[in-house]
């Protein structure tokens, strides 16, 4: 079956009736011939060391990356039915009654979030409970099932009519949402993008693969059973086994489809429902379709993924993990990746995926600590989309190298792409809202800055509303105490009058570093950060480099660096005095091109 696209363009399928075109573009080539730039490569068996290098430095981001990467501060906003239970993960089990938040006021979010400098912002649509924020057609365990729906005093006989009839139809809410009782501002994913595009803002959303709420009654069941076992020999609780304890007396609340092992069958994606809306649309091929051989949670998964992008407009990134939480108690699914990441790039080509295919991937903690190496072209064991990313790099997503010359010498590499860190970590403790938290201060914000986007990293900083629908005072003085003083430390590039090429804000326009670039001021200036960037849309190709600054007549090295990247931030031990600056290459994988120097004063 052909896949439909409103532009009248027809994709095929393949025989397993999934998409044939990958994602991003591989560029293939022989041993020995010329190596084209592309954000995917395939490692062939003859290609020596010094060729797999040379393919690295070839290696750059396609378009929905580059842009990406010139948005470096995104702020996660942790929402849902853990904010109402005061959890960080949620069984899954949990009344729909139990959301209930008295407002939800996205556009002060996005006025805090703004005030500390982010660009982007993204939403927890469904964590790993399964409730989800938008009114979906797929599960009953949504925003239409709660109050949050309903106009304060105001009732709707058909909700008692869904509510019998939810364990045999997942829609059975979905068509109740335009009760006449209806909250305008219930779809909270409507009203975050809303908000976000209103303040200038890019828009991403989670979305995760883990869902309690689709768990099978009886493993539900036999998990307490095990959970109550280890209550009385009196042995501690996982926050996840915690969780169903609390929630014992209830039941998961969606359709039971996670790691049941269902057939693996021919399906439509977007499965229509009764009295979908989309039909006609449909028929008169306005909308895509795909034809797909999916299980029945892998076909949930990716009815909610079209929704997401066909409903919502542009979807600038969007963030699924690998979580499979219950995989050693005995249930687990398989989450068919290969085709979530095709009708992901097949709807939206400009996305980034987190752990996808020429996408972004986890830096390897939470604690806003990027690499003091960080490579964007790292090697993989095998082809990026064909499964989560984490499981491809070279000794893990975690080990302290991951691009280097060795790992990209190691036998097990097979394919090279364009990957770029990002350092996800929470203003507070928690990823959610609890109020026995505070925020982090805005001078420990500054060093995780200068942590992860000083170091060819993004910052996914996560500030969680809370249960009144309002992001607390002392998180909106954190954020504004932080934004302020970034935003004031590098108002003023203090190298202004050095080379053109590389003091304005354009990525492409950059000077060769194939011999060191001599910055002359046109005074004495005193600065104690050196901001450097390489223009990645030729890759990434600093392995060693000095900074250095001619002092009473002599050079002395302020900085020494190894990867640079798309920015690399320093801040000296003190200011220094000088009106001549040097950028000196010590190692580099190809002709490196410096598109970003600045030097700034620290603001108080």
């Known amino acids: 079956m052909p896949i439909r696209t409103p532009l009248g363009l027809v994709l095929a399928l393949g025989a397993a009736g999934v998409l044939t075109a990958a994602s991003p573009a591989v560029a293939e080539d022989g041993c020995g011939g010329p190596i084209r730039p592309a954000a995917v490569m395939t490692v062939r ?105 309903l106009t304060p005093g105001c009732t709707d006989p058909g909700r008692d009519a869904a509510q019998a009839n939810r364990a045999q139809d997942p829609s059975a809410y979905w068509q109740t949402r335009n009760t006449v009782c209806a909250n305008p501002r219930g779809d909270i994913l409507r009203d975050y993008v809303d908000a976000a595009r209103a303040a200038g803002l890019k828009v991403g959303v989670y979305l995760s693969p883990a869902d309690g709420a689709e768990l099978p009654k009886q493993f539900f069941d036999a998990e307490v059973r095990r959970i109550a076992a280890k209550v009385a020999a009196g042995q501690p609780l996982s926050i996840e086994e915690q969780a169903t304890c609390e929630d014992r007396a209830s039941a998961p609340q969606g359709q039971g489809r996670y790691g049941t092992n269902s057939a693996v069958t021919r399906r439509t994606i977007p499965t229509l429902v009764p ?23 892998n076909a ?80 993989t064991t095998g082809d990026p989309a064909t499964a989560h990313n984490e499981e491809l790099f070279v000794g893990g997503a975690t080990a302290g190298d991951l691009g280097s010359r060795p790992v990209l010498a190691d036998p097990s590499v097979r394919y090279l792409q364009w990957a770029p860190a990002e350092s996800d970590v929470s203003i507070r403790p ?16 500054v060093d995780i800055y200068r942590c992860t986007v000083g170091r060819n990293s993004s910052l996914l900083l996560n500030v969680p509303p809370g249960p009144d629908g309002r992001i607390a005072a002392a998180d909106t003085a954190a954020l504004a105490g932080f934004g302020r ?38 005074g004495p200036v005193t600065f104690d950060q050196i901001r450097l ?46 009106g001549r600056v040097r950028v000196v290459v010590t190692q580099s994988r190809a002709t490196p091109y410096l598109a970003t120097f600045a030097l700034y004063r620290t603001a108080a």
């Not at 989450?335 to 830096?363: C, E, K, M, N, Q």
């Not at 009058?497 to 354009?506: E, K, L, N, Q």
């Open 430 to 445: 928690g990823w959610f809202f609890h109020p026995d938290e505070q925020p982090k201060p805005p001078a420990q914000l």
């Open 45 to 149: 068996a003859c290609d020596s060391p010094a060729r797999i290098v040379a393919k690295a430095a070839a290696v750059v981001p396609r378009a929905g990356q580059l842009a990406w990467q010139q948005r470096p501060v995104t702020a996660f906003t942790h929402f849902g039915m853990n904010t109402f239970t005061d959890r960080e993960w949620g069984s899954g089990a949990e009344k729909e009654s139990v959301f209930a938040p008295p407002a939800v006021d996205t556009a002060q979010w996005m006025r805090a979030l703004k005030a500390a400098g982010v660009t982007q912002v993204m939403l927890t649509a469904k964590h790993h409970d399964g409730f989800v924020l938008y009114p979906t057609r797929y599960t009953n365990h949504s925003v239409v099932a709660s109050p949050w729906w």
């Open 275 to 297: 009295h979908d809306d989309r039909a006609a649309a449909l028929a008169a091929g306005k909308l895509p379709e795909f034809a797909v051989e999916a299980d029945d949670y």
């Open 533 to 578: 960037g390489e223009d990645i849309t030729r890759g990434q190709h600093v392995e060693g480099a000095l900074v250095q600054a001619e002092i009473g007549g002599t050079w002395q090295t302020l900085a020494t660096v190894t990867t640079i990247g798309y920015t690399r931030l320093v801040t000296l031990p003190a200011p220094v005095t000088a």
């Open 485 to 522: 003083a970034i935003a004031r430390t590098q108002a003023r590039n203090l190298a202004q009058g050095g080379p053109a090429a590389v003091t304005d804000s354009s990525l492409t326009t950059a000077e060769p570093l194939d011999r060191p670039l001599d910055v002359r001021l046109p």
């Open 300 to 379: 949930y998964y990716l009815n909610q993924i079209y929704e997401l992008f066909t409903q919502y407009g542009q979807i600038d990134e969007l963030w699924l993990d690998g979580a499979n939480p219950w995989r050693d108690h005995g249930i687990g699914e398989t989450y068919d990746f290969t085709t979530w990441f095709r009708v992901i790039h097949a709807l939206s080509p400009d996305t980034v995926t987190f752990a996808g295919p020429a996408g972004v991937r986890w830096v390897g903690n939470e604690a806003g600590q990027a690499r003091e190496t960080e490579w964007s072209p790292l090697p």
